[in-house]
């Protein structure tokens, strides 16, 4: 293994015909092509206004990419929140994304004055092409929810052959006007045909979440905090996602209220060690391991993300949202947004190994 990381700009704010590039999603088809997704900002930074879910492609390990090509664009619509998913049995990319009028703020939804859909799309050539995505809100959103969002990072196939998307979701009580925010899951078991709610997170304030099957077979979901507690919620399921455990606060898991990604290392050696752990339950996790979004930090777990022997910084600056991806050959990928005072200048990849992650010589 090195101990060297590589870092390229997949998007830069203000090229394209975008003003800002944001929220990134990645996968890796049963081929190999890795896909890297983000929301195309039309006319400025913000959630709201003309946003489009863009594409690039790279058949070569991320070392060249294709042009950015459109996904999905409706005129006068936020179309965002790429959640893709591969499915391993038939190759097809799962792409689940969110929509709500472009001029239909997060207030407004959250008061119930819009209305925010969720869809579905897919791929059966490597994300050349997309079949015209179809809308199963009914399916995965309950009557008193209000604010809706998919992902935003990768989803996950279980060893079942389930397809699993962590999402969350607010509900206002219409008599005092109070919201609840909690993560989910949504679930398919007809390999993306049909869609439905899986396990709600019991915490309040729960909110962006990322999935992760261990190796003794439960899904490990780990939740942004938006009721600013400063760290990181988690839970785990024994029923594939159907329910969760009461969740609990990761102390070791610093967070400025910000979205994290996660990932399992496949396939690794377990006779490889790290401070005397076998690498054999290998899960890393990165966010902006900071009170501020900054300090993008990668972690690395030997026991299923109950415990953190490992850590490295991947950006020291402004570092916001980010997604993880493994590929065949053990490259470690992280796609996020920094640049060089706030975080929503730029999309860029950074490629290493777990070398680089347990090196010592940062020390």
């Given amino acids: 293994m090195t101990t060297r990381i590589h870092t390229q700009d997949l998007w830069n704010g203000g090229t394209g015909g975008y003003h800002t590039y944001r929220i990134p999603a990645l996968a890796i088809t049963t081929a190999g092509t890795i896909l890297a997704f983000c929301e195309g900002r039309r006319h400025g930074s913000g959630d709201a206004g003309e946003i489009e879910l863009l594409l690039r492609r790279s058949v070569d390990g991320g070392m060249s990419w294709s042009p950015s090509q459109v996904v999905d664009a409706r005129n006068g619509m936020t179309c965002g929140n790429p959640a893709p998913v591969v499915d391993r049995s038939t190759g097809t990319v799962w792409l689940l994304t969110t929509r709500n009028r472009a001029d239909a703020h997060e207030d407004d939804i959250r008061k119930g004055l819009h209305s925010r859909t969720v869809w579905v799309t897919s791929s059966d050539d490597d994300g050349i092409t997309w079949a015209d995505p179809v809308e199963v809100t009914s399916d995965v959103k309950r009557p008193e929810w209000t604010w809706y969002a998919t992902g935003p990072c990768h989803g996950i196939q279980l060893r079942s052959g389930r397809l699993l998307i962590p999402c969350d979701h607010r509900s206002r009580n219409p008599r005092d006007g109070s919201e609840a925010r909690h993560s989910h899951v949504i679930i398919s078991d007809d390999h993306g045909a049909t869609w439905r709610i899986g396990g709600i997170i019991d915490v309040e304030g729960t909110n962006e979440s990322v999935a992760v099957e261990t190796a003794d077979g ?33 102390d070791a898991l610093p967070e400025p209220t910000c979205q994290a990604s996660a990932v399992s290392f496949p396939g690794t050696n377990v006779n490889r060690q790290v ?30 993300a109950r415990n953190w022997v490992a850590s490295r910084v991947i950006e020291p600056g402004p570092a916001a949202y980010c997604d993880l991806a493994v590929t065949g050959g053990g490259s470690i990928l992280c796609m996020y947004e920094t640049g060089s005072i706030r975080p929503y200048d730029r999309l860029v990849l950074a490629r290493f190994d777990l070398g680089w992650v347990t090196s010592r010589d940062h020390e």
């Fill in 218 to 250: 439960g899904v490990y979901l780990n939740c942004r905090d938006e009721a600013r507690r400063g760290r990181r919620i988690v839970a785990r399921s024994l029923d594939g996602g159907l329910t969760f455990a009461p969740a609990a606060a990761d």
């Fill in 275 to 304: 401070d005397g752990d076998a690498l054999g339950d290998v899960v890393l996790f990165a966010n902006p391991a900071s009170g501020t979004r900054d300090t993008l930090t990668i972690r690395l777990s030997v026991d299923g």
